[in-house]
């Protein structure tokens, strides 16, 4: 066995070689998933936002409308 005074750093390096194609893989996956939860949220999200929005300009519209009623 070969002692040298980084015996413990070329261990880690060892290591480290393969776990780098691991974690590479393991970031794809996690991309893919949060793309696949994305594109099947994307619609929802849409129409909840559009609901919003038309309540914002509706409720914007009366205020307009009893504004004018008054004057």
Known sequence: ME???????????????????????????????????????YRPIGRIAKKLFDDAVEAMQDDDSKDNKKK
């Open 3 to 41: 002692t040298t005074p980084q015996g413990g750093f070329n261990k880690f390096r060892e290591v480290m070689l393969y776990m780098n194609p691991l974690l590479i893989i393991l970031i794809l996956l996690g991309g893919a998933l949060i793309w696949l939860i994305c594109s099947f949220l």
